[in-house]
């Protein structure tokens, strides 16, 4: 299979007169934002018929960088958005674009409820363990231990596992992959976009600048060695011990699965109410 280069994929998909990129030298969310254009292009999906939305944040600025129809709305309100878009239109396919504190701080309510009702979207979520635009506070992912301006003797509260959040409430697809995993970080989001219901694609992504100088790890590399220590492949961490995954973030697929979505859920809910008022035609 011939794969295009990144200025085949720049030139098709971004909007030239907003590069270059707010992303600092080291960022990842630039290679998350290839793997989803790759993933779109892999599946030859019309890129009028989908719609990116965003909330506030980092990785949010991505909807003014691609050439898509998006949204970039207010803080942790991406799903509220995502939502009204779906409903209002099925047939549009719909990427939230997402960060850790946007997700899951000021917006965790809404993920929480967005994935127990199996709304048909796909998140792309950059967890960098940070609030990397607002002054580099500790985000509700951060692991304990991990500084930050809001911590800066280490963090001292349990974290979130967004991943286990996702699949506990009921999410049809979840995955989680550093940004380093590229070939599975793109098939995962492949597998995302072509499935019913919420799906979700996690990736750990380095903040050298807000996240990386506040932990020692002030370059991409560094980052790089850190996430390969810290990160444990789920069919090997499935053999190990509690005690031994403490401080590790297990990589891979964890759910994938077939429920109906709320589109559909809401279609056939639409036609019980008509045949109980007796409007059917």
Not at 89 to 108: E, Q, V
Not at 174 to 191: E, P, T
Request: glycine residues 10%; contains cysteine.
């Amino acid at each position: 299979m011939y794969l295009k280069s990144a200025y085949e994929i720049r030139d098709k998909y971004l909007r030239k007169d907003m590069l270059p990129t707010i992303f600092c030298p080291g960022c990842g969310i630039g290679s998350a934002l290839q793997y989803t254009l790759r993933a779109i292009d892999d599946l030859g999906l019309n890129q009028d018929e989908i719609v990116w939305v965003s909330g506030i944040g980092c990785s949010s600025r991505v909807p003014g960088f691609v050439n898509f129809d998006g949204l970039h709305t207010t803080h942790g309100r991406a799903l509220a958005f995502a939502t009204g878009i779906k409903l209002a239109n099925p047939d549009l396919k719909i990427i939230a674009f997402m960060g850790d504190g946007d997700a899951a701080a000021i917006g965790g309510n809404h993920l929480i409820h967005a994935i127990r009702r199996n709304l048909d979207i796909t998140v792309i979520l950059i967890n960098n363990f940070t609030y990397g635009m607002t002054g580099g506070q500790v985000a509700p992912t951060a692991l304990k231990g991990l500084r930050g301006t809001t911590a800066p003797y280490g963090q001292f509260e349990n974290p979130f596992d967004i991943a286990d959040l996702a699949v506990s409430a009921g999410a049809n697809y979840v995955a989680r992959w550093s940004v380093f995993n590229y070939l599975q970080g793109i098939n995962s989001i492949k597998k995302a976009l072509n499935k019913e219901g919420f799906t979700l694609v996690e990736f750990l992504s380095p903040c050298p600048i807000s996240f990386g100088r506040r932990n020692r790890m002030k370059t991409a590399p560094e980052l790089l060695r850190w996430y390969q220590k810290i990160t444990v492949p789920l069919a090997k961490a499935k053999k190990m011990p509690p005690e031994e995954l403490e401080g590790k973030i297990v990589i891979g697929e964890f759910a994938d699965r077939d429920r109906p979505g709320l589109v559909r859920e809401y279609e056939a809910y639409k036609k019980r109410a008509k045949k109980m008022m007796g409007w059917e035609e």
